[in-house]
C-alpha cells in the first residue's frame, strides 16, 4: 500500500509530497467520455461497476497517491427528496429549490445504505483493486444547502442569504440537520473502506466572515466531529480572509485554493497540514511553466505536512498533457535533509 498520503498527513517525513486532484476523474478524460455516452451523471454515480471504473481512470494514466470514490455531493440532497437534475451546460439544477421555511418539511433523513447504497458498493468494489488510500467525501452543510435554497450554481448568493437573513434561526436548524446527514454520511463511507474523507465547503467564500463563522464554520465541525478513525480534510474556496479561523473546523488538514501562498498560510495556521494549491488554469501552460509552479509551491510549503492538490477541481477541457507535466513535477520532487 502506497502510504504516502497518510505519512504526509501525519506531518512525517516525507521524500515528496503526495500528490493527486479534485476532480481527478471526468470530462477531461476521453475514456471517462466513453462510460458516460452510455448513460446520464446520476445513472453513472448509481452503477457501482461504473463508478468504480471511472474513479480508476486517472490512476491508470498518472502515477497518483490517491483516489477518490466517483460520485457528488449533490447526491445526499437528491436522497433527502430533493428534484436534482444535470442539465448540459448549466450544470446541477433542483426543480424545487427550498425558498420558505414552509418547504422545509419537504426534507428527510435519508438513511445510507438504503438510499445511498451505491457510494458504499462503489468503495468496497475499489478498495479490493487499488493500493493508494481512497477518499470519500460530502459537500459541506453552508454549501449542500447553498444549492438546495438557490436551485443550483449561483453568482450573488442571492436566495440562500436572503433565507440566512431572514429565517437565521430556522437555517441554522437546516445547517444542523445537514451536518448530522454529512457527519453520518461520511462515517459509513469510511465504515464502507475509505482511509480519508474530505468535507467541499466550497462556497462558503460567499460569506462575510462573520457570516462564516455563524452558519458554515460551527457546522462544517460539527458534521466533522462524527468522523472517528481516519484523517479529515477539509476545503473551502476563497478562504484566505478565513485562515485565523480554519483550525476551529477541527479538521485535520486544510485545503486551500491558489489565491493562497501556503508558506504565508502557515504563518498563520501554525503546523496543521495543507493541502493544494495550484491554479487549475495553469494546467494550460507550457509545461515548464507548469513544473516552475509546482515547485514553487511545494518549496513555499516545506517539506513536512503537505499535500499537492489543486486550488480547486480540474476544468474539462484540461489538456492531458498540462496534468502529465503536474504529476511528473511532483514525482520528481526529492526534500534533502
Ligand atoms: O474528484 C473526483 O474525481 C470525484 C468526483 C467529484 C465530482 N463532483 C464529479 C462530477 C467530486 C469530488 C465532486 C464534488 C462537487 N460537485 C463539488 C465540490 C468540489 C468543487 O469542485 O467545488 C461541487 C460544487 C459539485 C457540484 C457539481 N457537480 C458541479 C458544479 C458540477 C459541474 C457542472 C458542469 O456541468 O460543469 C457537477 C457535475 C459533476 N460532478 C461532473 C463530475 C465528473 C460532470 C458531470 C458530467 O459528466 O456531465
Redesign the pocket.
Known sequence: MNDLLLRALRSEPVERPPVW???????YLPE??TV?NTT??LG??RSPDLAAE??LQ?LRRFNLDA????????VPAAAMGMDLK???????VFSDPIRSVNDLGRLRVPSVEKDMPHVLDTIRILVDQIDVPL?G?A?APF?LAA?MIEGG?SKNFLHVKQFMFENPERFEELLGQLAEICGDYLQAQMEAGCSAV?L?D??AGCLSPEDYRRFALPYARQALSKVKGVPRLY?T?DSSPFLPWLKETGADALALDWRTHLGAARAVLGDIPVMGNLDPVALYGPPEEIRRRVHAIIQSAGPRGHVFNLG???L?TTPISGVEAMVSAVNEWRWTD
Open positions: 486532484f479534485m476532480r481527478q476523474a471526468g470530462r471517462y467520455h458516460r446520464d451523471f453513472l454515480c471511472v474513479t486517472p483516489s477518490i470514490v466517483f460520485n457528488d455531493i449533490l444535470f442539465i448540459k451546460g448549466q450544470g446541477p477518499f467525501f459537500g454549501t444549492y450554481g474530505q467541499f466550497t462556497w476545503f474556496k480547486h477541481g480540474i474539462p
